[in-house]
């Protein structure tokens, strides 16, 4: 169930909405409650030992980021903006620096969601 839901989730987590979210967390509590009927949500990802989707779609999408960031000959890399040596008063240690986002959609875009969430 993991394997379908997380495909290309790097790609489209970002912009999902909190109902979406909700969503697909409802297809994992419907899926573990098949292997655990008695339990709570809660104690069946306990005695499971998985997070809960959301948590595992974003560090899954943190973590793809990471990869083309390291990697200067992913096809990628170029799309990420690192900062070159600018200071930010506001934030001392900024490693990246997104592109002006004119829109709630491109400020929910892969590359500036993720630049902007490691350098808080």
């Known amino acids: 169930m993991r394997s379908v839901l997380s495909y290309a989730a790097p790609a489209f987590y ?55 960031a390291s990697d200067p000959s992913h096809p990628l890399f170029d799309r990420i903006c690192f900062n070159q040596g600018r200071m930010s008063l506001r934030r001392k240690a900024t490693i990246y620096r997104p592109k002006k986002a004119n829109t709630q959609k491109r400020a929910k875009s892969f590359f500036n969601f993720y630049m902007s969430h490691f350098n808080s």
């Open 14 to 68: 970002t912009m999902l909405t909190d109902h979406d979210k909700s969503r697909i967390e409802r297809i994992q509590r419907t899926c573990t409650r098949v292997i655990f009927p008695d339990l709570e949500y809660e104690q069946r990802i306990e005695k499971l030992d998985i997070p809960l989707i959301c948590d595992f779609l974003h560090d899954l999408g943190a973590r793809h980021f990471c990869r083309i």
